[in-house]
Structures are given as structure tokens and as C-alpha cells.
């Protein structure tokens, strides 16, 4: 057991980084609402503002996420280990950058048709983004027995949606060199699908870590 979380037996736990947490949270939901948009939007300028809208959302997080090292250098206790604490904020930043990425993929590819597959897995993305939301809203009170399952829950919720991207992406790759594409568009879809992947692999991984987190406890 490390000595922060000795501590935490006898002292009130700090609860000031729950809502940075959330912040972070509602950057990563709106960003991913806004991805699944741009994926079946078809104008231009419309595509360049939900892009700045998402960018608008990464840069806001990664104010979040200095806000939230300030906080952690002048905390002692935190809610939970202090290794925990930092890696899940960085997690969430992760999560937000990838989902930035995603954008920019869209937004410069200039698909003119995009498959069901890749609307299916950036649906999926959002999917997770909601449920990641709803976790982190309940993560100050995770020694709720019943908060804990619901977190549980989610988390395995978010690992199913991984897992059908996986499938999806697998699938999408194997069909890509058979379609009449040119080389050209061949390169500029795998650029999408494989990116979207890694959104949604970083997600995945946030839900690991909630996990191992509550296991602790």
C-alpha cells in the first residue's frame, strides 16, 4: 500500500480534482458528438466549423489539463493514487487529442463518399465518449457499491464498443484493397479507418485504468 493511500484512511479526501475531471469529460463528449457529425457532412464550410468547434475542445482540454498539474503540485492527499491521478488526466487528454486527430483526417481526406463502416465506428467513438462521461460524473463516488457496478458496467460497455471496432476495422482493411478505389483514395481512407481505430483504442484504455482503480480501493 503506498503512503497516500494510508492516509487517505485518516484524512478527508481532496475532491478538488472530481471537477476536472468532468470538465475534461464534457470536452471529450462535445468533441465526439461533433466527429460523428463531420463524418456524414457533405459541405465544406460546415465540415471547417465543426473542425474548429473539436479544436476549440482540444484546446480547452489542454487547459484542463494544466489546471489540473497546478492542482496536483499543491496537493498532498489526492482522492486516490497519486500515479492514478496523473495518468487518468493524461488518459482523458489522450482521448481528446486522437479525436482532434480524427477531424483533421476528415476534414483534409475530402471524402466525397464515406463507407457505413467508418460512420459505424465513429458512432461507437461517441458511444464510449457518453458512457466515459457518465463514469467519470460518478467517480467521486465510487465507494458506492452501487456506483461501483454502474461504473463496472460502463467500462465493460466501453470495452464492447472497442472490441466491435476492432472487428469493424479488421473487416474494413481486408475489403479496402479489393474495392475499385485508386491508390490515392486507398491511402487517404486507410489514413481515416486507422486513426479512428486509435480514438478508439485510447478510450479503451481509460476504462482499463478506471478499472484498476477501482480494484484498489
Not at 466549423?49 to 494544466?66: F, H, P, S
Not at 497546478?70 to 487518468?88: G, K
Not at 465493460?156 to 474495392?179: A, P, R
Amino acid at each position: 500500500m503506498s503512503l497516500n493511500s494510508f492516509f487517505q484512511f485518516f484524512v478527508p479526501k481532496e475532491t478538488k480534482f472530481y471537477p476536472l475531471y468532468i470538465q475534461q469529460a464534457e470536452y471529450i463528449e462535445k468533441a465526439s458528438k461533433l466527429l460523428w457529425k463531420m463524418m456524414s457532412e457533405t459541405d465544406l464550410q460546415q465540415l471547417e466549423n465543426q473542425k474548429k468547434e473539436i479544436k476549440a475542445c482540444e484546446t480547452g482540454g489542454d487547459q484542463v489539463l494544466r489546471d489540473f498539474y497546478s492542482q496536483l503540485f499543491n496537493t498532498v492527499l489526492t482522492p486516490f493514487d497519486r500515479e492514478d491521478v496523473h495518468e487518468l488526466a493524461e488518459m482523458m487528454d489522450t482521448f481528446l487529442d486522437r479525436i482532434d486527430d480524427s477531424a483533421n483526417i476528415i476534414l483534409t481526406r475530402r471524402f466525397t463518399d464515406v463507407d457505413e463502416a467508418l460512420t459505424n465506428m465513429t458512432a461507437n467513438v461517441m458511444f464510449a465518449a457518453e458512457s466515459l462521461s457518465t463514469i467519470i460524473h460518478d467517480l467521486e463516488f465510487m465507494n458506492n457499491p452501487a456506483k461501483r457496478r454502474e461504473i463496472n458496467r460502463l467500462c465493460h460497455e466501453i470495452k464492447s464498443l472497442e472490441n466491435e471496432n476492432d472487428q469493424l476495422y479488421g473487416s474494413y482493411i481486408n475489403k479496402l484493397f479489393k474495392q475499385n478505389y485508386s491508390l490515392t483514395d486507398i491511402i487517404k481512407r486507410k489514413d481515416l479507418v486507422q486513426v479512428i481505430e486509435n480514438t478508439t483504442n485510447s478510450v479503451k484504455y481509460i476504462s482499463d485504468k478506471i478499472r484498476s482503480i477501482i480494484s484498489k480501493l
